[in-house]
């Protein structure tokens, strides 16, 4: 099983950028799938979530109004939009898959694409 994250930077606030993880080697939509963040002496902390179907979606307050989950199960892919960027959104941004519910950690982690957010 593989998870590979991309897309990450660096952005000033109020900036976008987009994250995508892409899946092999596991069958994609049998996972709910989620992306997570670290920051630097911080537990990690779900992001948000989407369920196999992506029938269900979940966002932590933090990220309400401002990103935005997706998935597309024939790519085995999960993307994180990100909009209106601030400073504290700085962090290791992880996808990761499986679990029994959306605030669950999943089995599989990727390895994690930093986000910075500075002017």
């Known amino acids: 099983v593989q998870l590979v994250e991309s897309g990450g930077g660096v952005v000033q606030p109020g900036g976008s950028l987009r994250l995508s993880c892409a899946a092999s080697g596991v069958g994609f939509s049998e996972y709910i799938a989620r992306w997570s963040r670290q920051a630097p002496g911080k537990e990690r902390e779900v992001v948000a979530g989407i369920s196999k179907t992506g029938g269900v979606i979940a966002y932590n307050d933090f990220a309400l109004g401002r990103f935005t989950i997706s998935r597309d199960n024939a790519k085995s892919s999960v993307d994180l939009q990100m909009n209106s960027l601030k400073p504290e959104d700085t962090a290791v941004y992880f996808c990761?898959?499986?679990?029994?519910?959306?605030?669950?950690?999943?089995?599989?982690w990727g390895q994690g694409t930093q986000v910075t957010v500075a002017s």
């Open positions: 990761n898959i499986g679990g029994s519910g959306i605030w669950d950690n999943g089995d599989y």
